[in-house]
Each structure stands twice: as C-alpha cells, then as structure tokens.
C-alpha cells in the first residue's frame, strides 16, 4: 500500500477506469454467465486466456441488460472471437 | 644603522695613512646616512601620499570585487528562484519519459485494445486482494484468488460485495497496485471503482473488473523480473452529498 511515510518515486497514482464504472448488477441479471465463467477459471488453473469466451458472453449480458454501453466486441480486445467474417469484422472495427 | 657611524670614528683617527680610504669611505658612509635620514623624513611625509593612494586603490579595489561578488550571488539567488518554477514542468515532462508514480505512459488510448497483440511468452500472475475501511460493514472479497493473464489481452475478474446489515450503505472504492512500477500498465478498461455504489440491506452483488496490461510490459527492462502482480481494492463508506475528487474525471 502506498502510505504517506513512502514519498518518492514510489508513490503510486490511481488512474480512472478507461470507460467508466460499471453499474452494480443488483437483479443478478447475468449471474449465470458469472458462474460459467468461474467454474471455466476454475477448471483451467485460472487461466485467463481459455475463459475470454465466457468472459466476452458475460459482456455480452451486460450490454443486453443496460449494464454496460454497447460496443463493438473489438474494442473490447475480443476482435478474435467474433464470429463475423474477416472482411466485416474490419468494418466494424472503423470508427 | 648607528651603529657603523660609532664604529668608523674609532677607526678613523689611530692609524690614519692605512685606513684613509677606510675613512673616507666611512665619511661617504655617514653622508649618504644623514642624507638617508633627510630624506626618510620628508619620505614619511611622502610615504603618507603614496600610502593613501595606495589605500584609496586598495578601497576601490575592495568595492569593486564586492561589487563582482555580490552580483554574482545576487544572480545565483535568482536563478535558483527560476528554477524552483521551472522545477515543476521539467519534473512532469520527466515523469512522463520515465513513467514514474504511475502517471500516463504516453500513446495510452482506447485504440490499443484493439489493436494489441497479445503477448503468450508472458504469463503473469495477478493475485486479488479487497479491503474495507474499519466503519465499512460490508462483506468485501475477491472471487478468484488469482488469474494468469498475458500482456495484451484483456481479462475479466469479480468481486463480491455484501451488505449484512438492516440500512442501505452506499460505498465508494479505490485501488492500489503492486509493485508501483507495474502499475503504469495495468489499465481499466472497467471496474467500479471511483463511483459511489449502494447497496440495499442484505443485498449480494458481482463487482467485475475488466483490465488488461499493456503489451509494451514485456518489453520494459525494469519489469523483466515481475511475474506478480497485485491488484487491491479498498472500500471506504461514502457520506451521503459528500463529492470526492475523482482522478482523470472532469466535472462538466
């Protein structure tokens, strides 16, 4: 932890989240695709990398259910696991 | 001084024909010392001239080099009041080559997420820690106890957050990074941090966290020996109307 007493260039600065806060999922509305994601951690030794589907899926519930802006899957560092074909999935990602 | 003109007179008058010269040369000596002392006299006097002038150079020589030594303290001074000024740009622009403390590397924008390639050489460890301030009363945790994530690819990870108690409290979060240095990688795309959160009585929520480290991770020297890397949330209770000065946001 960065306390007073540990001045220098040590000090650590807390940076805002790129896009914001995420709105709190009070209905539970995308539980279940939390628990898949969980149970996938926890089947793979907690590799993130084998779980970025269930993780894009979770996303993906959030932008269904206003809990999250919607946004190209791209932006999102998903560009590899959208099904579109190539040649869409580039047109997509222009702004 | 004296004493030669004591002396020669002794020797002058016994043998007079032998030291004539001797004599004469003592006459010549005595002379030239009356004439010395004359003119010590009027040297004195003179001396008082040359003395002054002397010391009226000396003075004028003095005021000048305190004239030099003093303006080159004076211009000392100034230039260490310039540079406590310029001190804190410069120290900025250091900041930002250097990436000390945290603060924005630079090409740091939402079109990386896109375009980065992650890096699968790379795994690290991020381990998951959560905090609540004494007064908080929510249950806080992380959900995972750590998650291997490689540079450049984006991860997802979960908090939960309880409230046991009978009121709803509203809480706000931040969060801390270690080691320091690693924290200029590691970006929030989103999380829930910064924002005040409330939470109903008895209520049970999912916090998710969605970040990714920065591909150019792998390519820092200084990183070179970090495998692990700590994310750590703390939750504070919000009062209610108080406004907390976020970083990076900017009220409109």
């Given at each position: 932890?960065?306390?007073?007493?540990n001045?220098?260039?040590?000090?650590?600065?807390?940076?805002?989240?790129?896009?914001?806060?995420?709105?709190?999922?009070?209905?539970?509305?995308?539980?279940?695709?939390?628990?898949?994601?969980?149970?996938?951690?926890?089947?793979?030794?907690?590799?993130?990398?084998?779980?970025?589907?269930?993780?894009?899926?979770?996303?993906?519930?959030?932008?269904?259910?206003?809990l999250?802006?919607?946004?190209?899957?791209?932006?999102?560092?998903?560009?590899?696991?959208v099904?579109?074909?190539?040649?869409?999935?580039?047109?997509?990602?222009?702004? | 001084?004296?004493?030669?003109?004591?002396?020669?007179?002794?020797?002058?008058?016994?043998?007079?024909?032998?030291?004539?010269s001797?004599?004469?040369?003592?006459?010549?000596?005595?002379?030239?010392?009356?004439?010395?002392?004359?003119?010590?006299?009027?040297?004195?006097?003179?001396?008082?001239?040359?003395?002054?002038?002397?010391?009226k150079?000396?003075?004028?020589?003095?005021?000048?080099?305190?004239?030099?030594?003093?303006?080159?303290?004076?211009?000392?001074?100034?230039?260490?009041?310039?540079?406590?000024?310029?001190?804190?740009?410069?120290?900025r622009?250091?900041?930002?080559?250097?990436?000390?403390?945290?603060?924005?590397?630079?090409?740091?924008?939402?079109?990386?997420?896109?375009?980065?390639?992650?890096?699968?050489?790379?795994?690290?460890?991020?381990?998951?820690?959560?905090?609540?301030?004494a007064?908080?009363?929510?249950?806080?945790?992380?959900?995972?106890?750590?998650?291997?994530?490689?540079?450049?690819?984006?991860?997802?990870?979960?908090?939960?957050?309880?409230?046991?108690?009978?009121?709803?409290?509203?809480?706000?979060?931040?969060?801390?990074?270690?080691?320091?240095?690693?924290?200029?990688?590691?970006?929030?795309?989103?999380?829930?941090?910064?924002?005040?959160?409330?939470?109903?009585?008895?209520?049970?929520?999912?916090?998710?966290?969605?970040?990714?480290?920065?591909?150019?991770?792998d390519?820092?020297?200084?990183?070179?020996?970090?495998?692990?890397?700590?994310?750590?949330?703390?939750?504070?209770?919000?009062?209610?109307?108080?406004?907390?000065?976020?970083?990076?946001?900017?009220?409109?």
């Amino acid at each position: 932890m960065s306390t007073a007493m540990n001045f220098g260039s040590k000090a650590f600065k807390p940076r805002a989240p790129d896009k914001g806060s995420f709105p709190l999922d009070h209905l539970g509305e995308c539980k279940g695709f939390k628990e898949k994601f969980m149970k996938c951690l926890r089947d793979n030794n907690h590799d993130n990398s084998l779980c970025r589907l269930q993780s894009k899926d979770y996303l993906e519930c959030r932008m269904d259910n206003q809990l999250m802006a919607k946004e190209p899957m791209e932006k999102l560092g998903f560009g590899d696991l959208v099904d579109a074909p190539p040649g869409q999935a580039d047109k997509d990602a222009e702004p | 001084m004296l004493l030669p003109l004591l002396l020669r007179p002794s020797l002058c008058s016994p043998h007079a024909s032998a030291f004539l010269s001797r004599c004469d040369a003592a006459r010549t000596l005595r002379s030239q010392t009356e004439l010395f002392l004359r003119r010590t006299l009027p040297l004195r006097f003179q001396s008082r001239g040359t003395k002054s002038r002397g010391r009226k150079t000396r003075e004028q020589d003095w005021k000048t080099r305190n004239k030099t030594v003093l303006t080159y303290v004076a211009a000392a001074g100034v230039g260490m009041i310039g540079l406590s000024y310029a001190s804190v740009p410069l120290y900025r622009l250091y900041c930002q080559a250097a990436g000390l403390g945290g603060t924005a590397v630079a090409g740091h924008d939402t079109d990386l997420v896109e375009t980065m390639k992650p890096v699968k050489e790379r795994v690290l460890k991020v381990t998951f820690n959560a905090d609540t301030h004494a007064s908080m009363q929510w249950n806080f945790r992380p959900q995972q106890s750590e998650i291997f994530v490689v540079p450049g690819e984006t991860a997802l990870a979960f908090y939960r957050a309880k409230n046991p108690t009978d009121k709803p409290i509203i809480g706000i979060s931040t969060y801390n990074v270690v080691p320091f240095e690693a924290g200029q990688y590691f970006n929030k795309i989103q999380c829930f941090c910064f924002e005040e959160q409330r939470l109903n009585p008895h209520e049970e929520v999912d916090m998710p966290v969605f970040f990714y480290i920065d591909p150019e991770f792998d390519d820092d020297p200084r990183m070179a020996r970090v495998s692990t890397i700590t994310l750590s949330y703390t939750f504070f209770e919000a009062k209610e109307g108080e406004k907390l000065p976020l970083p990076g946001y900017s009220y409109n």
